[in-house]
Each structure stands twice: as C-alpha cells, then as structure tokens.
C-alpha cells in the first residue's frame, strides 16, 4: 500500500552514470518515482544494457524508498505501430520488442506508448494495424512488462485521442491482460474533454475503457484552449487547464497507486520539476516562475 504521494517527472539517461544518474536526477527533484526512456526517443540506437549501470540505479532506488515497479518506461518516438509503410510497421514492431526486454531489465513494469498515426490511410486501418502490431510484439517478449497506450491529442492523424479509440484497440488485442493505459491532461485537454469535470471525465472512461487499466498519469498543463488538437504542454499553473484541476488528478484516491509523472517544459534551460513537484505535494505558489528565474 501506497503510503506517499507517488510523483515524478521525465529523467535522462546519459554516459556516464546511465541509469544511476537517472535516480539521482529524480530523487534531485524531490521525486517518488520518475519516468526515463531506455535510449534517445528519436532513433533506434541503443546502449547495451550491461553498460547502463542498472544494478547500480536499482541499489540507490531501494536505499531511498523508491519503488522500482513504479517507475516507467517511456517507448522511443519512431515507434509507429498505425503506419501503412510496411517498412515502418516491422520496425516499430522490432523496436518495442527490444523496449519490452529493456523495460524489464530496469525493473519497470509499465511502458508507455503512443499509439501511432495512420498517416492518412484512416482510423480504422490505424486500430487495426497497432493491434496486429501489439501482438506480434507482446507474443514473442513474454515478460511481465504492461504497455500503457497513452490519450493522445488528436494532432494530425494520431490515432488514441478518443478514449472509445483506446478501447477498440483494445479489444481488437489477443494480449489485453497485458495492455493499459497513461491519460495524459495536456493530451485530453487538447482533443477535447473538459477534464476539470474528473468525475463525470473518470465514469466516462471507466464506461468506455476502465478505470483499472489506467497504469500511469502524465500531468501537464496546456498552452492551448481546450479541443485545440495541438500538444503543447505549459508549466503547472501556466496554463489553459490550471493548477486547482491537475492537483485534482494528482491527489484523486483512485490514482494512490498510480505513476504520476511531470513533463513539463524546461525554463531557461533548467528542468522545473523540483518547484513543480514542491507544489503539488506542499500548496501553489503564484508567480513560481519569477522566483525560479531569480
């Protein structure tokens, strides 16, 4: 049982302390649990695992309480599993078989990804191709690492911004015991949910998808009016969604055991995550950013 507030933010990993320096950066920043990617988000590249000093990353996490089941994994950008392009289709189905075996290595349990984008070959073929592509990929790497589909914000033509899309591709799955979700605030915000509703927003999803498959929340405030299809997320308190609705999120007691995790934008060069994660466990501060560029 979850006894602390379970928050976080994006870490990097980088030479050369790996995945140590991960944990150092979170726990930096006052955090409970953090998110990282297993290599560069944009390509395929990706450092052998025995040199990331993982024994070395899970030790400091168990020495300062931290849960390594929860922290998370995010799936490389390139990862398009909606793709027409064949060539694109088995890549991405090649690569998220790799992040499955990586995911586990680091004692994760949960990998999050976005769900793709048809480009322009329609939403139903999209459904279907990330479901054939989620189950090559889930029946070959037979670990115990869930993929959490995140809400997308309907940009282009991602596939995942509506939660009955989610749900399709869900069903469609013969590998469900195996497939979650991260709701994202910017995201959902962005294609068009009132989220500041939680309630009726949170019977919705659970009607159309389920509560229990929400396995990670992304809490992000929003540059954008709300339907804006746009992703661009904006510091907490400095956006179009507000503080007073995310912290709902954030302390919702059906999230106790869940992932929260910031990725918000850095302020002159400088992550924000220390004051962000401050405010959501201690009260908002107004004009935060002024003080922090002090």
């Known amino acids: 049982m979850q006894d602390k507030l379970l928050i976080g933010s994006h870490v990097s990993m980088n030479k050369p302390k790996y995945f140590l320096g991960s944990v ?16 560069a988000p944009q390509n395929s590249f990706r450092v052998p695992l025995e040199q990331c000093l993982i024994n070395e990353g899970r030790a400091f996490m168990k020495e300062n309480n931290i849960d390594e089941t929860k922290i998370i994994v995010h799936a490389p950008y390139i990862i398009n599993l909606a793709s027409p392009k064949d060539e694109t289709f088995e890549m991405s189905v090649r690569l998220l078989k790799t992040e499955l075996v990586r995911t586990s290595a680091f004692g994760a349990k949960t990998l999050v990804l976005h769900p793709g984008s048809h480009v322009g070959a329609g939403l139903e073929f999209g459904i279907d191709r990330i479901a054939k592509g989620l189950d090559l990929a889930l029946s070959e790497v037979n670990n115990d690492v ?88 904006a510091n907490i308190g400095y956006g179009e969604i507000g503080y007073k609705t995310l912290n709902k999120y954030v302390h919702h007691e059906l999230f106790k055991n869940v992932s929260k995790i910031l990725e918000t934008p850095y302020i002159d060069d400088l992550a924000p995550y220390k004051q962000e994660i401050a405010m959501f466990k201690n009260g908002y501060v107004d004009h935060w950013i002024d003080e922090f560029k002090k």
């Open 24 to 39: 150092e950066e979170a726990l930096s920043y006052g955090s409970t649990t953090f998110m990282f990617y297993t290599g």
């Open 146 to 233: 869930l993929i959490a589909l995140e809400t997308m914000a309907g940009k282009g033509s991602e596939v995942g911004s509506r939660f009955e899309e989610i749900a399709e591709i869900i069903s469609k799955c013969a590998h469900k015991d195996r497939l979650g979700v991260c709701l994202d605030t910017c995201h959902m915000s962005d294609s068009g949910y009132d989220i500041d509703d939680i309630d009726s927003l949170l019977n919705e999803f659970d009607r159309i998808v389920g509560i229990n498959r929400v396995k990670c929340l992304h809490i992000n405030d929003s540059k954008n009016v709300r339907g804006a299809k746009k992703d661009r997320h």
